[in-house]
Structures are given as C-alpha cells and as structure tokens.
C-alpha cells in the first residue's frame, strides 16, 4: 500500500519504497527549498537506480544537472535562485539585480535568476546568468531565506555593472534608508573589488 513521506507526496510502495531513506533525503529537502542534489540524495541512502525511479516517477524533477526539486512544492524565485547555487557548487551565490531583489532594494521579475561564481570555474546553466567574479569569498556572501547572497554592500557595487548610475543610486538610497548597508561599506568594497579588479562572465 503506498506511505505518505512528506512534502505532500506518496511514495509508491514495493521493493522500490524505502520510506526512511526518502524521509531522509526529504527532512534535507525541507530546509533547502524542497531542493536536493544527486550526492545529497545518495548521502541519504538512496541509490542511483531509486533516484532515477523516482525521477521517472514524477516525484522528483530535475532542475539543473544533478539538482532535483520535489514536484509537490511550489516554485518560487529563492528555489530558482538556489537551484543554481546549489549546480555551481560551492562558493557561489545570489548576486547583482537577484541579490537586490533578496535584499528588497530593487524590484526585478520573478523567473530573473542570477549568480556569481568563483573564477576558478565556468558554469553553463540554461536561464541563469552567471558572473565569475575574482574574489567571491565568504566575506562576501549572507545567507537570506536559506539562499546565498552577496552582502548588501558587495551587490551595491556589482549592481554598476548591470544597471545605469541612476538605478544603482535609488538602490544605495534605499540600503541607507533601511539599515542595510552605510556608505563606508560600499566605499570599502568598492575599494576591495578596484584592488583585485573586476572579473569576466559567463551567460
């Protein structure tokens, strides 16, 4: 008979259906935006063949190459957002008009999702815009609802890059007037990002 696991999916039963490993893979899924990565999957003792099955089955649906979102949770912008995160790998994060949007600086769509990377790699990711940016560290990066995120200050100085001189402006108002960031942070990172120099992209 088929066991509710979670999330608002069932899980089919037989010789298929282990329903503590997928509760597993499940509580992992749960704090990341109802996301989970094929090595996370089999570090929660699914196998190759069952996370394929499940695939098959619906239950999961692949959002980047070895990233799977569970089909019962809704889409939204953070999920998207941390999809790609979670695709690059480490060292990566929200970043310029996305990052914005997190910080509730600057409005963009929805389905907008980009991403800076560290210039050791070249990611391709189909519907991202990806940055590979010199120094992206931790230094760098906040965590906001789960997802990575380029600091207030680091996203204001990356924004003059995508956006004209006017837009970045009512993005540094808006970050004064909220706390978000002083104008000593963003002159520092500015400082910080003019030193190393800034780095290519990659769409």
């Given amino acids: 008979m088929p066991r509710t696991a979670g999330l608002g999916f069932v899980v089919p039963a037989g010789r298929d259906a282990h329903p503590m ?10 704090t990341q935006h109802s996301l989970i990565t094929h090595t996370q999957a089999l ?14 089955e619906g239950l999961l649906v692949r959002a980047h190459e070895g990233v799977y979102r569970y089909s019962s949770a809704p889409e939204s912008g953070g999920q ?4 790609a995160c979670l695709a690059v790998g480490p060292v990566s994060a929200a970043s310029h008009r996305a990052a914005a949007a997190m910080h509730g600086i600057w409005l963009v769509p929805s389905e907008l999702v980009e991403v800076s990377v560290d210039r050791t790699r070249s990611p391709e990711l189909d519907g991202v815009r990806v940055h590979r940016l010199a120094d992206l560290n931790a230094r760098w990066i906040v965590t906001i609802d789960g997802v990575p995120v380029t ?6 100085v990356d924004l003059g890059a995508v956006l004209p001189l006017g837009s970045v402006s009512r993005a540094l108002d808006r970050s004064i007037g909220r706390n978000l960031a002083t104008l000593a942070e963003v002159r520092s990172a500015m400082n910080a990002v003019a030193r190393k120099g800034r780095g290519g992209e990659a769409e």
């Fill in 80 to 83: 998207r957002l941390l999809a």
């Fill in 151 to 156: 600091t207030p200050a680091r996203t204001l």
């Fill in 43 to 56: 570090g929660a003792g699914l196998t190759r063949h069952q996370v394929q099955h499940r695939v098959g």
């Fill in 21 to 30: 490993d997928d509760r597993k893979a499940m509580d992992l899924a749960a």
